[in-house]
């Protein structure tokens, strides 16, 4: 399932919809735009024996909910089909990358990059 992304104000929000909020142990995450360094539309591969799970679920190929710990630090996925997956890179967060699936991934990059600009 896609979850959405928002701008509201001066903070990006991620939205996590139906049973992902249960499998990810979360609803939302609100970061501010300042700390977004980078946004990617890059394909992300599963890695299954790249990062260990902290929260969340994992099962390599089908679904990747959560909180895992890797060589980069702490990153959160909400991921289904890695085809759909949008990379948030940040600065002074708790998570190094936010790796969410989203329905047009190229539409919530731009809206991204340009409130990032705009700030």
Known sequence: MTGTIKID???LI???HG???ILSIRRTISIPLKHVTSVSTDRVPWQPFQQIKV???SLPGVIKDGMFLSSDGLLFF???DPDKC???SLNNERFKKIIFEVQDKES???IIKDAISKN
Do not use: Q, R
């Open 9 to 11: 104000g001066n903070s």
């Open 14 to 16: 991620f939205e996590i």
């Open 19 to 21: 049973i992902d909020v």
């Open 55 to 57: 929260t969340g679920t």
């Open 78 to 80: 909400e991921m289904h």
């Open 86 to 88: 949008i990379t948030v």
């Open 108 to 110: 919530a990059a731009k």
